[in-house]
Structures are given as C-alpha cells and as structure tokens.
C-alpha cells in the first residue's frame, strides 16, 4: 500500500514564501515520479511542478516558473516544493501525486498519478 504524507501548508503574506514536503512509502525499494497539483475554490486541480523518479527531469506549468523550485532528496521518495514570490492567485490547496516509476518520466497529467495526498492548504494573503 502506498501512502503520501504533507507537510508545509499556511500562511502567508504575498511576496513569502512556503516549502512543501511530500513522502511516499511503499513496497520496499520502490521509486516514484512525483508531482504537485493544487485547487482553488471553484476550479479545476491543475498541474504545478513534477519531478522523475531519479530526479533528472522537471517540469513546471509556466504560472509557476522562476517562482517556484521542485527537489527531491536523493534516492528518497521525497520531495519538496519551494515557493517563492506568493501571489494571491497561488492560494489554493495543494496535493502531492505519484505513480511508480524507474526511469526519467515525468507525468504531468491528473490521470497519470496513481497515487494522491491529503491536501494541505495554501494561503496567500495580499
């Protein structure tokens, strides 16, 4: 059974910043892509940032380039979001997503993620 555990939501002021974590554990050995999608009030979740399983590739929707950095700890199913510059329209709640993987694909879409957080809230005040 796989879970995915987050950490780092809050508040914050615009212009801040927040670091979110998220941990998968699984079947020992296991090794996962994983990506963060956020949702705001009354819209679609949309895809923010991925990272491939090994760590050698990254995507970033462009709303979120330049601001935002995604890592993750090496050969740990780890992996952090750093967001700098919050805006407003950044505040939304924000799931970490993973699928197994050993090589270095990088989904970006909802339906590619087997796997799926709780939430953790994102806050942007202006």
């Known amino acids: 059974q796989v879970q995915l555990v987050e950490s780092g939501g809050g508040l914050v002021q615009a212009g801040g910043s927040l670091r979110l974590s998220c941990t998968a554990s699984?079947?020992?050995?296991?090794?996962?892509?994983m990506g963060w999608f956020r949702q705001a009030p009354g819209k679609e979740r949309e895809f923010v940032a991925a990272?491939?399983?090994?760590?050698?590739?990254?995507y970033w929707h462009d709303s979120v380039k330049g601001r935002f950095t995604i890592s993750r700890d090496n050969g740990k199913n780890t992996v952090h979001l750093q967001m700098n510059s919050l805006k407003p329209e950044d505040a939304a709640v924000y799931y970490c997503?993973?699928?197994?993987?050993?090589?270095?694909?990088?989904?970006?879409?909802?339906?590619?993620?087997?796997?799926w957080g709780q939430g953790t809230q994102v806050t942007v005040s202006s």
């Open positions: 699984g079947p020992t050995d296991s090794t996962f892509a």
């Open positions: 997503a993973a699928r197994f993987s050993d090589s270095d694909f990088v989904p970006v879409l909802i339906k590619q993620y087997s796997y």
């Open positions: 990272i491939s399983s090994d760590g050698s590739n990254i």
